[in-house]
């Protein structure tokens, strides 16, 4: 499996060629080696007990600057021990820098983070998402990089940033014999085509945002020109009996405000997206697809209490404009979510809870993980993601996915 990424991969021969070039002019610093070692264990707690997730991971990185240009690439070399289709190598990003006094500029694959959440994306939607395994992954290996172009320019109460995605990429859901699949189309429905952007420069999306920086507070506004990262199916009639169902994806237009004010040992934290022409399933699959308006809004609040304590708290909540009984998704859902860690032994162990729980089915995710770091640059991690609840829940469809974990990563 290689899947380097159009931009990428000319980046990448760009860091080759500057590693053989300038590293003759300025010596063995001019390229910098690092990155880790991760071997990763899932197992299953019902039966049949199997592991959802063996994989052994390197992820090598490389850096090289000069004269205002700096050079980033890394790559991911895996074994799968579950399915080893899914074994290989990928870029996992490569981009050049061009860092000036008050502008910088960064081409190539990149992972681009927007938004303060934890654990949940509102207007952190730039880079499309990798489900294959749920959200049981961190976060940072959720989302996927996108060959981009990000300019940013700074001045003394903010900062401005223009995005440009020339091709367009979809997000990554599980197969349909994975444990995390969900549902299915049914004997008598037949996937035919995807209308699925091609890559080709009049499908590129682009993003703008502008953040201030205030005494005491800051908050950022964006919008979002883009296509839906997931395919919502349209379904025809065919002769006898059955249906055929075709990937759709259609432009979009999210726009985000994102708001920060810490108080004392308190951080409160806003952040609320609205989307146009969003694309959503109706409950008869015979009838059209219908776009929608949605709004999605966070409240958060940070507790740093001391003696290493963190306590986290969020709520969620997404409504869909002029909502019909027609479409599969709920006219309203709201989530709460608590993460409380505490750092121990001069922070050689760190125990954390992340709970999601929704208030109106009452299922939940409770993620529990204990990170114990021997030496420096060695990190030993156990935990248990304990899904639970109604199994037409976001979360209680997984309760047969409830799993203990382990995970050794080792930087370099």
């Known amino acids: 499996m290689i899947r380097p990424g159009w931009i990428g991969l000319a980046v990448a021969a760009a860091i080759l060629w500057v590693q053989n070039g300038w590293a003759l002019q300025l010596g063995e610093q001019a390229v910098d080696v690092s990155g880790y070692l991760e071997s990763r264990h899932c197992l299953q707690t019902q039966s049949p007990n199997e592991f959802l997730a063996s994989e052994t991971l390197l992820r090598p990185e490389i850096r090289s600057s000069k004269d205002g ?3 980033f690439a890394s790559a991911d070399i895996s074994e799968n021990h579950v399915n080893a289709d899914e074994s290989g190598i990928e870029l996992h990003e490569a981009y050049v820098d061009y860092i000036a006094s008050v502008w910088d500029l960064r081409l190539g694959r990149q992972i681009i983070t927007w938004g303060n959440a934890d654990g949940v994306r509102i207007t952190d939607n730039i880079c499309p998402s990798d489900y294959s395994e749920y959200i049981t992954r961190d976060f940072d290996e959720i989302r996927v990089a996108v060959d981009a172009l990000k300019l ?10 223009l995005i440009y995605i020339p091709f367009f990429e979809a997000g990554i859901l599980p197969g349909p014999d994975s444990p995390w699949a969900v549902g299915g189309m049914g004997e008598d429905i037949s996937i035919d085509g995807s209308d699925e952007p091609e890559k080709e420069l009049e499908n590129g999306e682009i993003a703008v945002k502008y953040a201030f920086f205030f005494p005491g507070w800051d908050c950022a506004f964006s919008y979002f020109y883009t296509w839906n990262d997931f395919p919502v199916y349209a379904f025809t009639e065919i002769p006898g009996p059955g249906m055929s169902a075709a990937a759709t994806y259609e432009r979009r237009h999210i726009y985000g405000l994102e708001l920060s004010l810490p108080y004392r040992n308190f951080v409160i934290r806003g952040e609320t997206a609205y989307t146009r022409d969003g694309l959503y399933q109706p409950r008869m699959a015979a009838r059209p697809l219908q776009k929608k308006d949605s709004i999605q809004w966070l409240l958060g609040l940070d507790w740093y209490p001391g003696n290493q304590w963190t306590l986290l708290c969020q709520l969620v909540d997404e409504r869909i404009r002029d909502h019909s009984a027609a479409l599969c998704a709920a006219a309203h859902s709201t989530i709460a979510t608590f993460n409380l860690s505490r750092d121990l032994f001069r922070e050689k162990l760190t125990l954390s809870v992340m709970l999601y729980y929704d208030l109106d089915i009452h299922d939940s995710l409770a993620r529990l993980s204990a990170d114990y770091k021997p030496v420096d640059g060695c990190t030993l991690s156990f935990g248990a993601d304990i899904f639970s609840g109604d199994r037409e829940g976001d979360f209680g ?8 974990w382990t995970k050794l990563k080792y930087y370099f």
Do not use: C, H, I, P
């Open 69 to 71: 240009f700096e050079l």
């Open 152 to 161: 940013r320019w700074f001045s003394k109460y903010g900062s401005a940033e």
């Open 397 to 404: 469809q997984y309760k047969d996915n409830t799993q203990v």
